[in-house]
């Protein structure tokens, strides 16, 4: 079968075409998954580019989706022909969370799914929501969960509500959508006023291009009318949290979910305190929270935005594409 492997310590041009061994059929409690598809989000860039340490020869990708084509003894819960999911965290399957790394997350600290074929534990996957495509089902391991998580788990999100989210990127976009399936306003920001216009098409109630407002928390209030966002989706880090701060209401929370621009810096902590919100780190999500996302999706009709497919072998041009920041969205691998 085919496979893509990094080679250490990785970067772009590190990343290769190989041919594995079949890996046979599944055992007690296991399932075969013929893979088709994944989608790239930036722990993935971070994997593959040589920024986070990883193995030689690892096999990167921590999404994957496709088709289950055997199960083992004792398996009830898949039979073969259903179209699954992968879990970003294989071994948290329900309840608070009890990891804070990366050691047994597909892509990182074991193998992922750029490869033909996996066989693994049945409660490594989800069911796929009825009707998606696998580039589809990929996008929901990280990104969608992700969002899910921040808005409805932790921030208990209802109508009526108002959510802040920064930029377009996945999660982002995500966000958006969850956001007013449930009756949610949205503010959105970005750089581009042609990707703002593509939100306001998606439902964004608001949009801010924080270039030429760089004040932007000032102006989520204003158009809050003084309130601020409820919810915050914060994905910069401390390049944004201070803004983030200034933005969110009182009471309100801000979902720490990314470091794009750096792992520290100075944070307003007096204005947190005033604004008595809470400010939450989250790394995507358990199995069970996977499971009622999907059942989400597939009660609301919610389809993900997918900016562009490759195949897998285009693995560094679709990286590439990524690091651009030209992306709307998700970027795709099919195979």
């Known amino acids: 079968m085919k496979a893509i492997k990094i080679t250490a310590p990785g970067g772009l041009d590190r990343l290769t075409v190989v041919d594995l061994d079949d890996p046979g059929e599944p055992g007690a409690g296991a399932i075969r998954v013929r893979l088709h598809a994944s989608s790239l989000n930036f722990h993935d860039y971070l994997v593959v580019a040589g920024k986070s340490k990883v193995a030689d020869g690892r096999i990167p990708m921590s999404d994957g989706a496709g088709v289950v084509e055997a199960v083992g003894a004792d398996v009830v819960e898949f039979k073969p022909g259903d179209h699954v999911v992968s879990c970003f965290f294989p071994f948290w399957q329900d309840g608070p969370a009890p990891v804070d790394n990366f050691a047994n997350t597909p892509g990182d600290g074991i193998d992922g799914y750029a490869r033909d074929v996996v066989v693994c534990p049945a409660h490594w996957f989800t069911q796929a929501p009825k009707g998606y495509s696998h580039a589809e089902a990929a996008t929901l391991t990280t990104?969608?969960?992700?969002?899910?998580?921040?808005?409805?788990?932790?921030?208990?999100?209802k109508a009526g509500d108002t959510v802040l989210a920064l930029g377009t990127g996945g999660v982002s976009i995500f966000a958006l959508q969850i956001a007013k399936a449930m009756g949610a306003t949205v503010i959105i920001t970005s750089s581009s006023d042609e990707k703002l216009e593509r939100a306001r098409a998606l439902g964004a109630d608001h949009l801010i291009n924080y270039k030429s407002e760089p004040d932007w928390g000032a102006r989520v209030r204003d158009l809050t009318d003084g309130r601020g966002a409820d919810h915050i989706v914060e994905v910069g880090g401390p390049g944004t949290l201070p803004q983030s701060i200034r933005a969110v209401s009182i009471g309100g929370r801000i979902a720490l979910i990314g470091v794009l621009t750096g792992i520290g810096g100075e944070v307003p902590t007096a204005l947190l305190m005033a604004r008595q919100a809470r400010l939450q780190g989250?790394?995507?999500?358990?199995?069970?929270?996977?499971?009622?996302?999907?059942?989400?999706?597939?009660?609301?009709?919610?389809?993900?935005?997918?900016?562009?497919?490759?195949?897998?072998?285009?693995?560094?041009?679709?990286?590439?594409?990524?690091?651009?920041?030209?992306?709307?969205?998700?970027?795709?691998?099919?195979?």
């Open 282 to 335: 989250l790394i995507v999500g358990s199995r069970r929270e996977q499971i009622d996302m999907i059942r989400a999706i597939e009660a609301t009709n919610l389809h993900p935005i997918i900016n562009r497919s490759l195949a897998l072998g285009e693995i560094a041009e679709a990286f590439r594409h990524q690091e651009s920041g030209r992306h709307f969205g998700k970027i795709c691998l099919e195979f």
């Open 143 to 157: 990104a969608g969960l992700t969002a899910w998580r921040a808005l409805v788990v932790e921030g208990g999100l």
